[in-house]
């Protein structure tokens, strides 16, 4: 694919589309930087800024994430049991 055609079909992805996609890029870049050097930095640089560190700190049900998972677990199997 060339870079026209890849601009082409950026520019049709949705707002969220294009905000997965940016994350992407990022990840790629930690994943396969240009130098061994710069992947350790970019990795830690890329951890300290991610808006998901500590995004579930203030809520209740969290506080307890196995018993979180179980009935989250509990649930889903319930429902797709009826199948």
Do not use: C, H
């Amino acid at each position: 694919m060339n870079t026209e055609k890849v601009l082409n079909e950026i520019k049709s992805l949705s707002p969220e589309g294009i905000k997965i996609l940016e994350n992407f890029i990022e990840f790629l870049k930690i994943k396969y930087p240009k130098t061994r050097a710069k992947r350790k930095n970019q990795k830690i640089n890329s951890i300290k800024k991610n808006k998901f560190i500590g995004i579930w700190k203030d809520r209740e049900e969290m506080k307890n994430s196995i018993e979180y998972i179980r009935k989250l677990r509990e649930k889903e199997w319930r429902y797709n049991s009826n199948y």
